[in-house]
């Protein structure tokens, strides 16, 4: 509203072509029109307001960039614990198709003694070998050192292994071990050959020294050893004898079959050029034989038993088949002999024995039948538990798998995301540089 100028003081003239002294007041309320601004203040302000928005921006985006880095790290995390959790199980797969082929061969060791025997008319014995009929055939060699050892205990029993001659003697080779079926029996003392088999076995070279003595030229003192004592006897020594000390002989360098009470050897199953394992194979000789507790350990001064030093050292890695058609067809990884229930022999790699064997009468004698049923019974138990052992690993397996699977997935996804999202970044970057 307009307000009518106040009157002029007293003795002032009025001149209409003139600005008055007093300007008249203009009031409009309610509007900021006419409000002086500062032109540069406000052109600062919205400078800063867009500075920061964009540092907002750009902090969201290092936020959400460091994010999903650290998502995407965790991912790996995952797939490397999955990818290894699948190595330990693969290995531990492997160890019980390893454990599940030797007790494989254990039990067709145990059910061998129904395989037809060799049709050749020799060993087609049906009763087994006892010990009173191993040493029976012994003392038919009367003048051998296994004879003449055997005769001394013989007469004198248990005082025997108390004589300064005999009191590091473990014993005969014969009588060390026993094999459940006679005609494996037979097959092993053919492959070994009589010598080995009436071999006297000592614990140390002291024990070797005292069979046989010598005068002051080198010959052999027929009044000492085990050749006076055969002379005393009227069993006098002929021609040479083998003796093997236990101390001297390499044992088997490797590890035993885990929780097995014979302490078999835990020898790599032979593998063919294919990968699997051939038709036929039944085990290793030298874990085919049963060994008396008290053999097993301690035998020699440094603690073995006979099973890694004696038999392995007779039998090495001696591969046992069902059929000699079988046995042909493991040829590539035969590497230190094999033979077959049904007479085929293999002495080494590339060295085969063929014709009719002759029978050796020397031979394993079999175990107590309960002694028998005893091992197969445990032999089939830690068969069931092996193979529960191994469904589980296989169940292991397929869920560490499906796991892996998902958390490559979730990587692959979110790395895509990461990598678009970092491209969408990079623009926006650009643009608010350009409206700069």
Not at 396 to 414: H, I, P, S, V, Y
């Amino acid at each position: 509203m307009f307000q009518p100028p106040p009157p002029p003081p007293p003795g002032a003239t009025t001149n209409h072509n003139q600005h008055s002294v007093f300007p008249t007041p203009l009031s409009i309320q309610g509007s900021t029109a006419l409000v002086p601004v500062n032109s540069n203040a406000n052109t600062g302000n919205a400078q800063e307001g867009v500075q920061d928005e964009g540092f907002i921006q750009a902090q969201a985006i290092v936020q959400h960039s460091q994010k999903l880095q650290d998502d995407l790290r965790m991912l790996g995390m995952k797939i490397k614990q999955h990818e290894d959790n699948l190595n330990r199980l693969n290995t531990e797969r492997s160890q019980l198709d390893e454990c599940i082929l030797h007790l494989q061969a254990a039990i067709g060791d145990i059910r061998s003694s129904s395989t037809p025997k060799i049709g050749n008319g020799v060993g087609n014995n049906p009763n087994p070998t006892g010990d009173e009929e191993v040493n029976k055939e012994i003392l038919k060699h009367e003048k051998s050192a296994a004879g003449i050892f055997c005769q001394l205990k013989t007469r004198h029993g248990t005082q025997a292994s108390n004589l300064p001659l005999t009191k590091d003697v473990v014993g005969i080779v014969a009588t060390l071990g026993k094999v459940e079926d006679d005609n494996l029996s037979r097959l092993l003392s053919d492959f070994i050959g009589v010598e080995y088999m009436l071999a006297i076995v000592c614990r140390t070279h002291e024990g070797v020294k005292a069979l046989e003595m010598y005068d002051n030229e080198g010959f052999i003192n027929n009044t000492s050893g085990l050749h006076g004592l055969g002379a005393s006897i009227g069993r006098a020594l002929d021609g040479r004898f083998e003796v093997i000390c236990l101390e001297s002989l390499r044992p088997y360098p490797g590890k035993y079959v885990v929780d097995d009470p014979q302490r078999k050897l835990d020898i790599l199953s032979p593998r063919l050029p294919n990968g699997k394992s051939p038709a036929g194979f039944l085990g290793f000789a030298v874990n085919m034989i049963n060994i008396d507790s008290s053999n097993l350990f301690y035998v020699t001064p440094s603690g073995y038993g006979l099973r890694e030093t004696l038999f392995y050292n007779l039998f090495s890695r001696l591969q046992v088949y069902k059929t000699r058609a079988e046995m042909i067809q493991a040829f590539p990884c035969i590497t230190d002999g094999a033979l077959s229930l049904d007479g085929g022999v293999v002495k080494s790699c590339g060295v085969f024995s063929l014709g009719n064997s002759e029978d050796v009468h020397v031979r394993f004698p079999s175990p107590e039948s309960s002694m028998g049923s005893d091992i197969k019974i445990e032999t089939e138990r830690k068969m069931k538990d092996v193979k529960l052992k191994k469904e589980k690993i296989l169940e292991e397996l397929k869920r560490e798998r499906t796991l892996l699977d998902m958390a490559k997935f979730n990587f692959n996804k979110m790395k895509s995301d990461f990598v678009k999202f970092l491209a969408h970044s990079n623009s926006y970057a650009t643009q608010a540089q350009t409206t700069r």
